[in-house]
């Protein structure tokens, strides 16, 4: 017959630094060490926001979830980064969801122009079930938007005039970013688009290849845009806003405790990032208009949003699923 002894505790030091050291490795083994991506500079309002998300996340884990963010876009192209991230090559990314559009139908939809009425209205849908059902459409594709940071609202600027009303733009050569959406905008509106890269705006408005263009007030200052384009008009025709994501399967495989604090953590940090981008905006309003610029206000935008009629049916068309998510944004208060 086999017999068994009881088990003893071991308490010598030996036994005991073994058990810490198996304490110590399980531990690790659940620790998660992240990488996340960010285009933007030290100083800009993202940059900041990602940094304090990534200090939340080690505090409000204990340690046990640590990000560490590579800004400037050492570790690539916003399209590479986006497809690292769906892959689970890097963790984390703050993105514009322009890019993401070909990606996941449902954040192409932010691209409509005047979708948003103004920064508030963006918030309120993008804060609410409209922003759950994008994240949702972009969870299917691998990513998983955690929290919604300001990129701020384009408006029209150029060389020749104040632009009031839908029939200014008509027979304005305008730059736009390579999208057949932005495209289809300014010639619904009388215009006529010049897609091109960004770097080459400046010298295409100072030599007249191109009237005008159309940006938020951080990029038309930055740039210089302002002294050979002096004529800026508030119509907010785009308002794209940009994302914290997560690998999806990242994301799944967090406890329910651990989701619900990195979450908390985005959107902490997206409390930060849209103060500092309102300041920056405000910011660089005040300085180009004491440069001179001529600025007017568009109060109400009306006549332009009708005159998108024809690039809302071809994109509905196209993308007739999307139809209620358009409606369920447009009726957002």
Same mark, same amino acid.
């Given at each position: ?114 979708? %948003? ?186 006549? %332009? ?29």
């Amino acid at each position: 017959m086999i017999r068994f002894r009881k088990a003893i505790p071991c308490l010598a030091a030996p036994c005991l630094a073994a058990t810490a050291l198996l304490a110590s490795l399980a531990t690790a083994a659940q620790a998660a060490e992240w990488r996340g991506w960010n285009i933007h500079k030290p100083g800009y309002p993202n940059t900041v926001a990602m940094d304090k998300f990534a200090e939340l996340l080690d505090q409000k884990s204990g340690g046990k979830i640590t990000l560490k963010m590579f800004h400037s876009g050492t570790l690539g192209t916003q399209p590479d980064a986006i497809e690292q991230v769906r892959i689970g090559g890097l963790e984390i990314g703050n993105f514009n969801l322009g890019p993401i559009g070909p990606v996941a139908p449902e954040a192409n939809v932010v691209s409509l122009p005047f979708i %948003f009425r103004d920064m508030g209205h963006m918030h309120r849908a993008l804060d609410g079930e409209a922003g759950d059902r994008i994240s949702a459409g972009m969870a299917e594709k691998g990513l998983v938007a955690l929290a919604w940071y300001d990129s701020g609202a384009r408006s029209f600027y150029n060389s020749k005039k104040p632009i009031e009303t839908p029939a200014d733009v008509s027979g304005m050569k305008v730059r736009v970013m390579n999208n057949d959406l932005y495209s289809g905008m300014i010639a619904a509106l009388g215009g006529n688009p010049s897609p091109m890269a960004f770097s080459e705006v400046y010298q295409s408005l100072k030599t007249g290849v191109v009237d005008g263009a159309e940006n938020n007030w951080p990029s038309y200052e930055s740039t210089g845009h302002f002294e050979v384009a002096g004529y800026y008009s508030l119509s907010q025709h785009l308002i794209i806003p940009e994302c914290v994501c997560i690998n999806a399967t990242v994301y799944d495989g967090l406890s329910d405790a651990d989701k619900a604090l990195v979450k908390a953590a985005a959107r902490e940090s997206a409390t930060l990032q849209r103060e500092l981008w309102a300041k920056r905006a405000e910011t660089s309003r005040e300085k180009v208009i004491q440069a001179g610029v001529k600025f007017n206000d568009i109060p109400d935008k009306a006549a %332009f949003q009708e005159a998108m009629q024809p690039v809302y049916d071809k994109y509905l068309g196209d993308n007739p699923d999307l139809k209620p998510l358009v409606e369920l944004i447009k009726g957002t208060k």
